[in-house]
C-alpha cells in the first residue's frame, strides 16, 4: 500500500514566513486561497481585470497583476486553465522565476507534456485536490478535508516535497489524507479516467443504452430515466461502499442481471479500446492533438459540442429538468466539477 501523510506528519512551519501566489481564483483558486488564509499563511491573488478579480477583492485578498504577485511570491500556484497556462507563465510568471522560488500546479500535464520548461534552479511540485475546488473549501469550513496528491518535479532547494505536504496540510489535504505520485502518474492516470470511464465511456455509455430503447420504441422520457437520472443513485452507492455496497443494496434481479450483461456491454474489445486511449496518452499523441486544436481556436471542440448538446437525450432532460428543480438547482455549482 502506499505511504498516506496525515497533519501529524506535516510540518507546517516551512511555509509560515512565506508568500504565496495563487494564480487564478476559479474553482480551485478560491478554495486554495481561503483555505491557505485561514491557515494563517500570506496569500496574494494574481489575475487579469476581470469577474474573478472583483471576487477576490471583495473576498478580502490583495489582488495583483499575474506579474506583479509572481514577483511578490516565494510560492506560486498557477490554478488558470490548463490551456492558457503556457502564455501566462512565458510572459508574465517565468520572468519573475528567480532561484529559489516554487512553482506548483493542481495539474501536471503542462509539465509533462513539456508545455512549460521552468528553469533549473526553482522548485516545481504539484499539490492536486482529488475534488472540486467548492468541496475542497467547503469540506474545509466544516474540519474536514479532500484527499490530495503531491508530486516532486525539480527539488532546486532541497525543501520541495516538505513544502508540497506543507501546502497540502494547510488547504485541508491532511485532514483526509495525501498520497505521493508523479507528474507522469497524475497526468496520464487522470487523463485516461476522464477518457475512458468518468467523461467518455459514460457518456457514451449512456447515449448508447439511451438511443437503444428509443430506437426500438420506447418513450424517451421513460429511457431518459432509466439510463441517465438513475445514474447518480448507482453512483452515489459505489462511492459509499464500492461494487459491492452497491450490489447490496440493488434487488438480486438488478445484480443478476448485472452479472449477465456487464461483459457484453464491456467486453474484450472495449479493454483494447482503451489500452488504445492509454498508448494515446503515454506517447503524447492525445495531448499534442489537444494543443493543436487550441492554438486553431477549437473548430472540432466547438462543432462536435454543438451537436452533442442538440441530442435527443438533451432536449428531452432540459424538460424533464424543468419539471424537477431539485436537481436543477444542486447541479449549479457542480459544473466546474468535471474541470480538472
Ligand atoms: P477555472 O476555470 O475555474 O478558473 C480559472 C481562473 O483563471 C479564473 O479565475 C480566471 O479568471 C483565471 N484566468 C483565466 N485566464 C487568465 C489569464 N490569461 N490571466 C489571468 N487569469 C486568468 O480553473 P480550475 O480551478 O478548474 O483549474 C485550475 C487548475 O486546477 C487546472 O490546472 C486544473 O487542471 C486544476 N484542477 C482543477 C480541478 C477542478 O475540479 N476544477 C480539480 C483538480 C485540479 P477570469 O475571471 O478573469 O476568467
Ligand atoms: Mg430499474
Ligand atoms: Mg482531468
Known amino acids: 500500500m502506499a505511504k498516506v501523510f496525515y497533519n501529524g506528519d506535516i510540518n507546517e512551519a516551512v511555509l509560515q514566513d512565506k508568500t504565496v501566489a495563487v494564480v487564478g481564483y476559479g ?23 476581470g469577474k474573478s478579480w472583483d471576487k477576490a477583492e471583495e473576498d478580502g485578498f490583495e489582488v495583483l497583476t499575474v506579474r506583479e504577485a509572481a514577483a511578490k511570491a516565494d510560492v506560486i500556484m498557477v490554478l488558470l ?21 516554487s512553482l506548483v500546479f493542481a495539474h501536471g500535464f503542462n509539465i509533462h507534456f513539456n508545455q512549460v520548461v ?3 534552479n526553482v522548485d516545481v511540485f504539484m499539490v492536486a485536490p482529488k475534488g472540486p475546488g467548492h468541496i475542497v473549501r467547503r ?16 527539488d532546486a532547494t532541497g525543501n520541495a516535497k516538505d513544502l508540497a505536504l506543507a501546502y497540502a496540510k494547510q488547504i485541508g489535504g491532511g485532514r483526509a489524507g495525501i498520497l505521493e505520485t508523479t507528474f507522469q502518474e497524475e497526468t496520464e492516470t487522470d487523463l ?7 467523461c467518455g465511456g459514460t ?20 429511457a431518459y430515466f432509466e439510463c441517465l437520472h438513475e445514474l447518480k443513485l448507482i453512483v452515489d452507492l459505489m462511492y ?80 424533464l429538468r424543468e419539471m424537477m428543480p431539485f436537481v436543477k438547482g444542486r447541479s449549479k455549482g457542480v459544473v466546474g466539477s468535471a474541470k480538472n
Open 240 to 319: 459509499e461502499g464500492g461494487l459491492e455496497g452497491m450490489r447490496y443494496s440493488i434487488s438480486d434481479t438488478a445484480q443478476w442481471g448485472d452479472f449477465q450483461a456487464g461483459p457484453r456491454v464491456v467486453t474484450e474489445d472495449t479493454k483494447d479500446a482503451m489500452r488504445g486511449i492509454l498508448s494515446d496518452i503515454q506517447t503524447g499523441k492525445f495531448a499534442k492533438g489537444w494543443i493543436l486544436e487550441n492554438q486553431a481556436n477549437r473548430p472540432e471542440f466547438n462543432a462536435t459540442n454543438d451537436r452533442e448538446n442538440k441530442h435527443l437525450i438533451e432536449e428531452v432532460g432540459r424538460e
Open 118 to 120: 521552468p528553469p533549473e
Open 27 to 49: 474553482s480551485q483558486g478560491h478554495a486554495h486561497s481561503q483555505n491557505l488564509r485561514e491557515s494563517g499563511v500570506n496569500v496574494v491573488i494574481g489575475l487579469r481585470p
Open 139 to 154: 469540506t474545509f469550513e466544516d474540519g474536514a478535508g479532500v484527499p490530495a496528491l503531491i508530486a516532486v518535479y525539480q
Open 81 to 101: 486553465p490548463d490551456e492558457y497556462q503556457p502564455t501566462t507563465y512565458k510572459n508574465e510568471i517565468e520572468p519573475e522565476l528567480t532561484e529559489g522560488k
Open 192 to 198: 485516461f479516467g476522464e477518457q475512458a470511464v468518468l
Open 203 to 222: 457518456s457514451a455509455l449512456v447515449k448508447a443504452g439511451f438511443e437503444t430503447l428509443v430506437e426500438a420504441g420506447y418513450q424517451p422520457e421513460v
